[in-house]
Each structure stands twice: as C-alpha cells, then as structure tokens.
C-alpha cells in the first residue's frame, strides 16, 4: 500500500511562486509514473502534469505550459511541481497521484491513478 503526503501549499499573491512537494511512504514509488491533479470548489478534479518513472518524459495540461515543472527527486522517489507565474485562477486543492499499472503512456485522467494524496491547498491572491 501507498500513502502520499503533499507539502508546500499556501497563500500568494498573483505572479509568486511555490514549489509542491510529494513523498510517499509504505513503499517507494520511484517505478511508478507520477502524476499532480488540482481541483477548485464546484469544479471536477482537473489534470495538470505527469513525470515518467525515469523524470525524462512530462507532459503539462495546456493552461500551466511555461509556468508549472514537475520534477523527480535524485532518488526518483519524491515528486515536486514547481509553480511560477502564479494566477489567481491556479487556486485549487492540489493532489499528488501514482499510477501503478501503466496501461497508458500518459495518464492524463484521475482513473488511470490507483493511489492519491490527501491534497493541499493552494490560494493565488489577485
């Protein structure tokens, strides 16, 4: 079984910055394709990026290209979404998710993930 814990959420202003954090535990997840979702109230949970197993192959929802990096720690096992440029559009309880099975190149819907975070909270202040 799989937990993961995200950190480095918060309040900032338009145009700040943060840098989210994923770490698991009960097992390591550097085999597993990695994954950060986000979900705004009244809205359904959205995609927002995937890293490989490897860290070498991402792919961004199109509203976060240029201002989002997901990342992997040196150890593969940590996951991180670095956020630029924030907007205050980009609020949203942000959740970290791994997907195990690998039955497509990119998960890119909450279905392809069998194991999620609790969520953290990231507010953008106008």
């Known amino acids: 079984q799989v937990q993961l814990v995200e950190s480095g959420g918060g309040l900032v202003q338009a145009g700040g910055s943060l840098r989210l954090s994923c770490a698991p535990s009960?097992?390591?997840?550097?085999?597993?394709?990695m994954g950060w979702f986000r979900q705004a109230p009244g809205k359904e949970r959205e995609f927002v990026a995937t890293?490989?197993?490897?860290?070498?192959?991402?792919y961004y929802a199109e509203f976060v290209k240029g201002r989002f990096t997901i990342s992997r720690g040196d150890a593969k096992n940590t996951v991180y979404l670095q956020m630029n440029s924030l907007k205050p559009e980009d609020t949203a309880v942000y959740y970290c998710?791994?997907?195990?099975?690998?039955?497509?190149?990119?998960?890119?819907?909450?279905?392809?993930?069998?194991?999620w975070g609790q969520g953290t909270q990231v507010t953008v202040s106008s």
């Open positions: 890293i490989s197993s490897s860290g070498s192959t991402t």
């Open positions: 998710a791994a997907d195990s099975r690998r039955r497509v190149v990119r998960p890119t819907t909450p279905g392809e993930y069998d194991y």
């Open positions: 009960g097992r390591t997840v550097s085999d597993y394709v």
